[in-house]
């Protein structure tokens, strides 16, 4: 396999054949856009490259933030061998062969780099093939995943990688890559002299959600399908790049007032228990290309903040939505969300448990880090115990109702009530219930 093979065009293949975001790939880190965190001088990973100090790594990231071209960066920076394999396509007698020959350029004093990418869907035959590879430094991995890698890769292998988690391109990021590759004569679209207007060029940079191949595939199809003018110029209008991208824009600046106005009037519409206006609201942001999992987490916050003990099962429904989403995508996960939002608007609302955690907070803020209690602390050795650790503590189980008077709170705390449930909803049974168990322990509700 050639270096980095995966990563750029083939000599034999015309250029024009390749999608724009496989041409227009940075080869230097200065080129590369995004990622400050982990690339800026000083940072983790810039570290790791400029000293030459490589270890196993996992990108973690959304789609389109420059993972695959990160790792070529990376392998060329070094000067080391970069093999390209494919989770889905390659098997254990690939990983052989990628073995071989990253131990005959050992021999040659050279390391190889072995980028691969989806790499939650290594198998176990796969993982367990490449492990002592990696342990013993015959190669360094580079894995590259959109998928949480604690769920998807084995411990074994993952204990021997550091993840690194890239994010989203902001606006600015995504316009820089629009810049580049309208400019770029040789591998972009430098040749076809096309120019976007103001409105098209913010829309491409909103809509692409971050991901830099969603904005440079779009950029590509206004181009070659748009004649040029009078002065032979391709003019990138808002309705050409609309129709390239197959959205309509709507009013929605998602940095800007807008976005907060509409978010705003979703999260008091949910408050103000109108399902239709709540709909409504969720509609605009979907249509206008917000961040679906944004909203989802806007809705799981309502959940807890605005619902709490009233309906403990709003959390559960807005979690779910936001699994449902995340598992089946758009446009068939918007629905998720829509139940999700007719739920919260429907259910019994409380904000208790928001203005219990803020007391609680604020005690701790003032207080500090006040001493547990000894009869509540836990005593695994002879030596807590007989430092008085455990001693008096009242087992809950051993008395009627599970219930009898004893101190939780630092001595020095005294008993507080920060949490005073409504009567609507679950709470008011949970209010009964409470005001029964603090009369009995002597405590005031």
């Not at 071989?100 to 790499?119: H, M, P, S, Y």
């Not at 989802?296 to 009233?310: H, L, P, T």
């Not at 547990?372 to 109702?401: C, F, Q, S």
Request: contains cysteine; charged residues 30%; hydrophobic residues 40%.
């Amino acid at each position: 396999m050639e270096l980095f093979e995966a990563a750029r065009p083939r000599a034999e293949e015309k250029p024009d054949l390749i999608p724009l975001a496989d041409r227009i790939r940075p080869e230097r880190m200065e080129d590369f856009a995004g990622q400050e965190h982990l690339l800026g001088t000083g940072h983790f990973l810039r570290s790791l490259i400029e000293k030459d100090q490589l270890q196993s790594l996992i990108f973690w990231g959304p789609p389109g933030t420059g993972k695959t071209t990160l790792a070529s960066i990376i392998a060329r920076s070094t000067r080391s061998h970069f093999i390209a394999f494919s989770a889905v396509l390659s098997g254990v007698k690939e990983i052989r062969q990628v073995v071989q020959e990253a131990e005959e350029q050992k021999r040659r004093g050279r390391r190889t780099i072995l980028f691969v990418d989806e790499i939650h869907r290594f198998n176990k035959a796969q993982q367990d093939a490449f492990l002592p590879h990696v342990e013993r430094g015959t190669i360094i991995l580079i894995g590259a995943t959109t998928e949480n890698p604690s769920f998807e890769v084995n411990s074994a292998l993952l204990s021997r990688c550091k993840v690194l988690t890239l994010r989203s391109l902001t606006a600015e990021e995504i316009d820089r890559i629009l810049i580049r590759a309208l400019k770029e004569e040789e591998k972009g679209l430098g040749k076809w002299r096309a120019e976007l207007t103001a409105e098209a060029r913010k829309f491409l940079q909103e809509m692409a959600h971050g991901d830099a191949r969603v904005a440079l595939n779009t950029l590509e199809a206004a181009v070659v399908t748009t004649p040029p003018d009078d002065r032979g110029v391709r003019v990138l209008s808002l309705p050409i790049v609309e129709e390239a991208m197959q959205r309509k824009s709507l009013l929605y600046d998602k940095d800007g007032e807008e976005h907060y106005n509409i978010i705003s009037a979703f999260h008091k519409s949910l408050r103000g228990s109108d399902p239709d206006a709540a709909l409504y609201w969720l509609a605009r942001m979907i249509e206008a290309g917000e961040d679906p999992l944004y909203v989802a987490r806007r809705m799981v916050r309502f959940a807890s903040e605005d619902i709490g003990m009233a309906d403990p099962q709003a959390l559960t429904v807005a979690l779910g939505a936001m699994e449902a989403f995340h598992f089946v995508g758009l446009p068939e996960g918007e629905l998720a969300l829509a139940q999700a939002a007719v739920y919260l608007a429907t259910a019994p609302k409380s904000n208790t448990l928001y203005t219990a955690y803020d007391l609680a907070k604020k005690d701790v803020a003032e207080k500090g880090a006040l001493p547990v209690p000894l009869h509540i602390r836990n005593a695994p050795t002879r030596l807590m115990k007989d430092l008085g650790y455990g001693r008096g503590y009242k087992y809950a189980h051993d008395y009627a109702e599970g219930i009898v008077p004893q101190d939780y709170f630092p001595k020095e705390l005294g008993t507080r009530t920060y949490y005073h449930p409504t009567e609507r909803g679950l709470e008011k049974i949970i209010s009964q219930r409470l005001e029964a168990w603090r009369k009995k322990m002597g405590r005031k509700s």
